[in-house]
Every structure is written in C-alpha cells, then in structure tokens.
C-alpha cells in the first residue's frame, strides 16, 4: 500500500518561497505521475501540476510562472516550491499519486500559511 | 481549461435516502471523470474513476454514471458514514481541474 507523507514549514512569509516535499513509502517513484494539489480553507480543490519519474513536469498554467516540481528517485520523494507567495497561497497542500488520471493515493495534507 | 460544475452545491439527506449528484464539464471529456470523499479535516478519497469503476472496497452503494459532459454520482440509501463533501474531477486533458463540490448534511 502506498503511502505518502507531506513536510515542510507551516508559516511562510510574503513574497518568499514554499517548500514541501513528499515521501512515499511502500512503493517506488519511479514509475507514473506524482502530484500536488492544494485546498484553500474552506474551498475546492487545486491541482498544482505533476511530476514523471523521469522528471518531466507540467502545471497548471494560473501558478506556472511560480511553480517548481522536482524529484529525488534516491530519496523516494518529490517536492514542491511555489515563490512570490501571498496570502491567497494559504492552504492545506496534498502531495498525491502515482496516477496516471485519478488520484489513488494522497498524502494526509498540510496547511502552509501565508503571513508576516 | 475544462470547468467542471457541481449541483447542488448542498443537499440535505436522511438515512436511507437515495442521493444524486451531477457534474457537468465544458468540454467533451469521454469517460474521463473521477469521484472523490472528503470528510472534515481529511484527505479527498477517491471512490470512482473512468465514470464508473469503484475504487477497491468503496462500498457498492456509490455509483457513478454518464459519458461526454453530463456525469451522476449517485449514493443508494445514505448510511451515516456518508455525510461528507463530494468533488468531480476531469481526467482528460491537463490543467485537471475539479467541480466546486457537494455537501451532503444530515436533514
């Protein structure tokens, strides 16, 4: 069963950079799409953009100018920095996958403030 | 980008009853649709995909219906484990996007 783990830093400044990352465990990373999706409080959800093992990337284009996705094979995981935050960036951020088109798998989620 | 949209935005139910949600895409997007439950404080669980395959263990009482742009969740006697927020989500073509989604409240 696979599981997947967010972390990184809850409170962020404005203007500076978001930074999580996403362990999986009980299955390699190396195959399919991985995920981030992000929910505002009390809102829908997000899809931020996906990463393939072999480390293409696509996003969705409302946050691609900001929006960086890597991975880390050696490590099991892939992260996520989002820049030039503002407070409209507060939200519970989900790391989710493998996928190829629905997503089986997410990660518990994590809340990232945005405030000075 | 394909807009997804949900109705109704929230429905009141009672145990036992019979729950319909549709979702409507902007787009002709085939078969490639997704249903997911979310609970309060929770990550969405997936409970169909392809329109209307049940994810593993999702109990046979969700049914997903429809093709092209019209889709139907549908819930057959609401058990209270079922009170939560129901999201559609396009699998066809990327930016994926998601309807704003359904709250089903105790009536």
């Known amino acids: 069963q696979v599981q997947l783990q967010e972390s990184g830093p809850g409170l962020v400044r404005p203007s500076e950079t978001l930074s999580l990352t996403c362990t999986v465990s009980?299955?390699?990373?190396?195959?399919?799409?991985w995920s981030w999706i992000r929910q505002p409080p009390g809102k829908g959800l997000e899809w931020i953009g996906y990463?393939?093992?072999?480390?293409?990337?696509n996003s969705n284009p409302s946050l691609r100018s900001r929006v960086t996705i890597s991975v880390d094979k050696s490590k099991n995981q892939f992260s996520l920095k989002l820049s030039s935050v503002t407070a409209a960036d507060t939200a519970v951020y989900y790391c989710?996958?493998?996928?190829?088109?629905?997503?089986?798998?997410w990660g518990q989620g994590t809340l990232v403030t945005v405030s000075s | 980008d394909i807009q997804m949209t949900q109705s109704p935005s929230s429905v009141s139910a009672s145990v036992g009853d019979r729950v319909t949600i549709t979702c409507r895409a902007s787009?002709?997007?085939?078969?490639?649709l997704a249903w997911y439950q979310q609970k309060p404080g929770k990550a969405p669980k997936i409970l169909i995909y392809?329109?209307?395959s049940l994810q593993s263990g999702v109990p046979s009482r969700f049914s997903g219906s429809g093709s092209g742009t019209d889709f139907t969740l549908t819930i057959i006697s609401l058990q209270p484990e079922d009170f939560a927020t129901y999201y559609c989500?396009?699998?066809?073509?990327?930016?994926?996007?998601f309807g704003g989604g359904t709250q089903v409240e105790i009536k």
């Open positions: 989710a996958g493998p996928h190829t088109g629905a997503f089986l798998h």
């Open positions: 009980g299955g390699s990373i190396s195959s399919y799409y």
């Open positions: 990463i393939y093992y072999t480390g293409n990337t």
């Open positions: 787009q002709h997007i085939s078969s490639a």
């Open positions: 392809s329109t209307s």
């Open positions: 989500q396009q699998t066809n073509s990327f930016p994926l996007t």
